[in-house]
C-alpha cells in the first residue's frame, strides 16, 4: 500500500514543528519530529558522559539504546531506554547536544532506519535537516522552510519566556547561527535543500499561512 510523505527541513527555528503539526492534523498524518530522536541521543551521551567527539563510544551506546516513539492523542512522545523524555529534551541546551551527536554517523544511520520503517507503514509529515536528501528521497512533497535569523531568534525566545524560562535573545540568536552553521557544514548529511525541494521563506508569514500553503502544494503534488 502506498503511503503519502511530505518532507520538511531546515534551519532551527523556522517553525518546522508547529507548522508540520498542524498540516498533519489537516491531512490525518502522522507528524514525526526526528530532531527530538537526535535530542534524545544528546541526552543519552549526557547520561553516559561520553563526549561528542567519541565516535566509538557514542556509536556503541546508541547501537544498546532503545529509541522509540508513541503517539498519544497524536502528540508523538519519545522514550529512551523505556523513560519518556519528551519533555526533558526541549531545552536550548539539549538543543545544542543534538546537533554535536548528530554528526556522528552510527548516530544517523540507526535514527535514519527508524525514521524510514515509520515511513513505511503510514502516512507521514516529517520534519528535521536531512529528511529531503536523505530518509525520503521519494516524499510526495518536499519543502525547505526557512526564515531570518532574527525572525527565528524572537519567535524562540517568545516561546520559551511564554513557557516561563528566562533567557537572553542574543544568546538565542548567536546559538541558532552557530547550530546551522555546524549542521550545515558536518560532513554526513548536512542539511541543504534537496534539490526538488520546494523553498518557502516565511520571515513574514503566519503559521496558518505557511500551513495552508503546504497543503495546497501537496494537493497540487498527488
Ligand atoms: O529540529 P531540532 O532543533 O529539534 O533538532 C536538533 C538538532 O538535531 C539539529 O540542530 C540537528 O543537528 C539535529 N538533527 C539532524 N537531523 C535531523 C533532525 C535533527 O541532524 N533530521
Do not use: W
Not at 541546551?93 to 503510514?122: F, L, N, P, T, Y
Not at 532574527?150 to 540568536?173: D, H, M, Q
Amino acid at each position: 500500500q502506498k503511503h503519502y510523505s511530505i518532507a520538511i527541513d531546515g534551519p532551527a527555528g523556522a517553525g518546522k514543528s508547529t507548522i508540520a503539526k498542524l498540516v498533519a492534523k489537516e491531512l490525518q498524518f502522522i507528524y514525526v519530529d526526528t530532531g527530538a530522536m537526535y535530542r534524545a541521543i544528546g541526552l543519552l551521551a549526557v547520561k553516559e558522559g561520553i563526549d561528542s567527539n567519541e565516535e566509538e563510544l557514542l556509536g556503541a551506546a546508541v547501537k544498546k539504546a532503545d529509541i522509540s516513539l508513541k503517539y498519544e492523542d497524536s502528540r508523538q512522545q519519545i522514550y529512551l531506554n523505556g523513560e519518556n523524555v519528551t519533555d526533558d529534551i526541549r531545552t536550548e541546551e539539549a538543543g545544542k547536544m543534538a546537533s554535536a551527536v548528530a554528526k556522528a554517523k552510527a548516530v544517523r544511520e540507526k535514527m535514519v532506519d527508524i525514521q524510514k520503517g515509520i515511513a513505511e507503514s503510514s502516512d507521514v509529515i516529517m520534519d528535521g535537516r536531512d529528511i529531503g536528501t536523505v530518509v525520503l528521497p521519494f516524499a510526495d512533497l518536499k519543502v525547505y522552510l526557512t526564515a531570518d535569523a532574527k525572525v527565528r531568534a524572537e519567535r524562540r525566545f517568545k516561546e520559551l519566556t511564554e513557557k516561563g524560562i528566562s533567557c537572553n535573545i542574543e544568546e538565542i540568536e548567536k546559538d541558532i547561527i552557530a547550530r546551522d552553521y555546524q549542521d550545515m557544514n558536518r560532513a554526513v548529511s548536512p542539511l541543504k535543500k534537496a534539490e526538488d525541494a520546494v523553498a518557502l521563506d516565511c520571515s513574514s508569514m503566519t503559521i496558518e499561512e505557511v500551513a495552508a500553503s503546504i497543503i495546497q502544494l501537496f494537493q497540487k503534488a498527488v
